[in-house]
DNA sequence: TTAGGTACTATAAATAATGTAAGTAATGAG
DNA sequence: CTCATTACTTACATTATTTATAGTACCTAA
């Protein structure tokens, strides 16, 4: 996050990655640490930047923005500000965002098998 | 890759995460950089380390052993060694890293739909 | 005896991502 | 005037991942 070097090998193969497979080019968008968990909450609807705080023990509210402001760059989620005092904004999926439903959705469904073959226990 | 502290905050966050939800433990596991290029590949079929470097432009040596061990570790494709000279490895799915094909399906679609939202000239 | 192929390993350096801690603006309540 | 609230921002520190470069063991074939 906040930095990449454009002029670095690892861009470079990022981008070359990127645009040969549409796979790993999705995974790099919302590969990061807390997209996932943002998305997830942000599934069941609109969400302000305090909720989401509350929601995810653990995130900085440095990290939050930063991963916020990453997925409204890629069209995501769309933020909503109100012109309040104290201030409100509302965090929400787009179309493409809420496509991510299908994704998230698989991605459960192989982490719970995967983690039952590895830890029978549960 | 390489080293986790397993003291760190960030080391906590992650685990914390993916005890709670499948979706963000898989995308740990498979969000490597190179990760889903390797196991795309080897939906295929099996591959020997040599021509998995060659199918993988841009990726090092030791980046391709850090990869196939780590997904070796979590059980997700299997290694065979031929005792030959020189050396033969082949790198092949298992059955849960086979079910990464779904996975895969899904972010390739909404890869291509978010790439075509992004940039509609293509 | 030397060169060559294969699948690595070792070490160091560069890049990137994440965390910590403190501070900001606006304004209405008291 | 002071304090509380909300959604951030900033500067800096730490940790994690990726790259670069060189070298190893093994046997075989020339």
């Given at each position: 996050m906040s930095e990449i070097?454009?002029?670095?090998t690892n861009f470079a193969n990022?981008?070359?990655l990127s645009?040969?497979?549409?796979?790993?080019?999705a995974s790099h968008i919302i590969g990061g640490q807390w997209t996932l968990v943002i998305c997830s909450w942000l599934l069941n609807g609109k969400l302000r930047f305090g909720e989401l705080s509350k929601k995810i023990p653990g995130i900085t509210e440095r990290m939050l923005t930063l991963q916020l402001r990453k997925?409204?760059?890629?069209?995501?989620?769309?933020?909503?500000?109100?012109a309040e005092v104290p201030p409100r904004v509302e965090y929400e999926l787009t179309e493409i965002g809420y496509a991510l439903k299908s994704v998230i959705m698989e991605?459960?469904?192989?982490?719970?098998?995967?983690?039952?073959?590895?830890?029978?226990?549960?």
């Open positions: 070097k454009q002029s670095s990022k981008l070359a645009d040969e497979c549409p796979e790993v080019y997925l409204e760059e890629h069209k995501i989620i769309s933020r909503t500000v109100y991605l459960e469904v192989w982490g719970k098998s995967h983690k039952d073959l590895i830890d029978p226990s549960v």
